[in-house]
């Protein structure tokens, strides 16, 4: 006999926030309204993260638990929709057990013995496709690959033996101009090591740029951004300390006394004394909407918190911090000043989070972004638009109490002009407790959508997701652009 | 490009008719409230219809659309959930072609011309297992057999080349005591035929009895029942009309001046010279809750409708009948007597439903009845339980507005008295839009759940199952019992 299966009555798993847990399998979503754009082919690969088994913690983060992965599938003027657990060793494991097996979030000290040696990677992150494969990812783990068309759960992949490093970002950039992936791996060579290394690899997956250094601290590098020139890795202090795991503490503490580092390394043919290293005021950030270089300055976008943006890891003293509000920054280096400060600038007055862009435009001069802003007292809220050339924003708000998850820009063609396309939008029927996934003009997100697809079933939390074109899953590379070179 | 997926706006498709479509696959139900009983241990199938695709009719009725098989797994105190669309070759092709190819209920004249000649069936009524063997069924079908375990269709079956017949009931009843499969097939040599032909099956699977007669008309014969030595069969007035379908009508009309037909078949060893009529003035049923012989007495326990029990069937004038209860009667067949009529008796003064029985007591002289009653103006329902010796009759009524599907005996041991066990009853969370599987102590049902077991889904639509013990799971028979002999 194994234990009866109990959620505990916390926040976390209340109303939406309900464990979903459950495969799902829907030929032919139903379309409730509009129409589905011609053309518009391919997959929406998101993933989030739900409850195998109850930890009987009462500490369990929204930001931890076994990834699901889920495929929106469009193809021919219908949409399939499938969900799966990444089966990571620990999900079989646990499978096998009937229970949970492994503890706090990322505190290996808190896992049943029965689990030593086994990584509590989730795969619970984000998709990556590239070179023809498909990943969930955890940014304490190396990348699962799955199976494009079923959701299988093909293995763990240090990508054909390139990957030394013990982790694998959660936020790699694949280029869909270029083809080429850029990633890294933060606290590299295990948990609380400062060590970090930046990747390139090439449109067929083979790794080009390796450029191992050393972090100021154990940081929380969810993030990273990308230009022509240099790649921007800001480190925020939220630290590990293996002590404090040790005996079962939060994996991340809050240093309100320790500055923000930034490092800049070389895209290409650099090494770790190239990097360039800036300084501020404490501060945090989980997500950056991009980045771009101007002449000799390069220019960070995020949202920046001027605090603690995961109140869930306290102070080592135990001090929980105040919320602090998102808030679209810019964030200046000058490459040719004599200073190591950075400039910031606000680019919106209201609070927004889960940035996103026409990822053609990643790392490049850019004028469109993507955002879930508006968050009410009652947890509903909506898809913002921010024109940085105009400096408008609009915002798409679903019905009464609805929310919605990160959206993903889709261009109309190749070839589009930059924001020329669509958002997919995962909505959140909070009162009816499933999803529509909307289609939204990434031009005028305040119409509403183009069409909506119903699901009579949940989509409890997908954090990021990838689109990947029917041309790139047959070819295994996005199509060439004529207005974007390489 | 497929046609979008539109479902027109109809009383059948709104709330929790709303179509499902999704196989889904949960490991570990939560349990929201007391404990799972010790030794419940097998599975809990059931079958349902939902809607592939859209038929673009407004004339759906409940009883059609493609057959979804649930199964509640009980095992080592967790209860696993799966549901998986019944792999029928109509599902097979309108998966191909995204889209509707059958038309109206059982109307083959109505198909698009692509699949003339391919089976309506949808296997979307019961699940029944015998010899080891799990089958979905559809009165108008063969059945189709289906993995245990994963719910995976293997194939439609003749039950080994036994079966003859075109078709084969979905409401075999399986002997638990004595392992026998007694069943029927009705218009029997296609659409409006007036063959109907006996059957039963041992232990093994084997043929061994075969009876083929004449119907008084091509009636609807969805259920039937047992005693020891006689079978019951009713042949209610609605009718089927070949004319009538080629000119895309319904599938049966409603005859209310032709008079209700009762053949009483030998169980074993009888031919069609064999067989005892009987007659009554017009009515209808859908569902037996048991029969049993008393002397020379044969009594049917019936949820009987005087009147039309399918209002969405027309007279052949297009009368639409007005809606009559369903009544718990008890239909007396006097073999001795010289008389062809029969006496009847109301057993419960409330409307009732899916009448179900500790089925080690069918064809036995019984005491305990379960049924759907109470149903409200705002659908809500609850489940009944008669004891036929003391005439007392409880009901458990889940919350405000919440309805329930029909419920499964489950005895607590093989050898426990008559309705010592437990109901296993899914009840529908309307307001929720999920269902909980709820289960009830047989004997105090008004005691409310001794367990409930918690889906994040909806489980749209079960019209009737089977439990298979964990026994009959491994070894293919049920447990012998020393109370009951064969």
Chains 1, 2 share one sequence.
Not at 18 to 30: F, K, V, Y
Not at 79 to 90: A, Q
Not at 159 to 170: I, W
Request: proline share 7%; charged share 25%.
């Amino acid at each position: 006999m194994v234990d009866a299966i109990h959620f505990p009555d916390v926040e976390l798993y209340r109303g939406w926030g309900a464990p979903m847990r459950t495969e799902s399998t829907l030929r032919g979503l139903e379309l409730t309204q509009g129409a589905i754009p011609e053309g518009l082919e391919g997959a929406l690969y998101k993933v989030g993260a739900d409850r195998q088994y109850p930890s009987g913690r009462l500490d369990d983060i929204f930001i931890d638990g076994e990834g699901m992965i889920h495929m929106f599938r469009f193809k021919n003027g219908q949409v399939d929709y499938l969900s799966r657990w990444v089966h990571t060793k620990r999900y079989q494991l646990q499978q096998q057990a009937r229970r949970a097996l492994f503890g706090r979030y990322r505190n290996r000290y808190t896992n049943d013995p029965s689990v030593a040696g086994v990584h509590m990677g989730t795969g619970n992150t984000t998709a990556m496709f590239h070179a023809g494969r498909l990943y969930a990812l955890k940014e304490d783990d190396l990348p699962h690959e799955m199976d494009c068309d079923t959701l299988a759960t093909i293995g763990r992949s240090d990508l054909g033996g390139q990957v030394r490093a013990e982790t694998f970002t959660a936020h790699p950039k694949v280029d869909p101009v270029t083809n080429e992936l850029l990633a890294f791996a933060y606290q590299a060579k295990g948990d609380a090591s400062r060590d970090i290394v930046y990747y390139l690899f090439d449109k067929d997956g083979k790794m080009r740029e390796e450029v191992w250094f050393q972090m100021p601290y154990a940081a929380c590098v969810h993030d990273f951004a990308i230009t022509d020139e240099w790649i921007v890795f800001p480190f925020f202090p939220l630290i590990t300390d293996l002590d404090v795991l040790k005996t079962g503490g939060p994996y991340y503490q809050w240093h309100p006394d320790q500055q923000v580092h930034v490092a800049l390394v070389p895209r290409r043919g650099g090494s770790a004394k190239d990097i360039r290293w800036f300084k501020g005021p404490s501060a945090s950030a989980g997500h950056m909407m991009n980045a771009f270089r101007e002449g000799t300055k390069v220019h960070l976008d995020v949202c920046y918190y001027e605090g603690n943006c995961f109140p869930f890891f306290p102070t080592p003293q135990g001090v929980v911090t105040e919320a602090v509000p998102p808030l679209l920054k810019r964030l200046t280096f000058d490459l040719a000043g004599n200073s190591d400060g950075f400039e910031k600038r606000q680019l919106l007055d209201i609070p927004c989070e889960m940035p996103r862009t026409d990822d053609r435009y990643q790392g490049r001069p850019y004028r469109h972004g993507y955002v879930i802003a508006g968050r009410a007292p009652d947890g509903s809220s909506g898809t913002g638009h921010v024109d940085h050339v105009t400096g408008k924003f609009e915002m798409y708000r679903p019905g009464p109490g609805d929310s919605v998850q990160e959206g993903q820009f889709v261009p109309r063609s190749p070839d589009a002009p930059e924001g020329d396309g669509w958002l997919l939008v995962p909505v959140c029927r909070v009162h009816e407790m499933r999803t529509d996934l909307v289609i939204l003009d990434a031009q005028n997100v305040a119409a509403g959508p183009v069409a909506t697809l119903k699901l009579p079933v949940r989509v409890r939390a997908t954090f990021h997701g990838s689109w990947v074109s029917e041309h790139a899953l047959r070819t295994g590379q996005y199509e060439a652009t004529a207005t974007l070179g390489a």
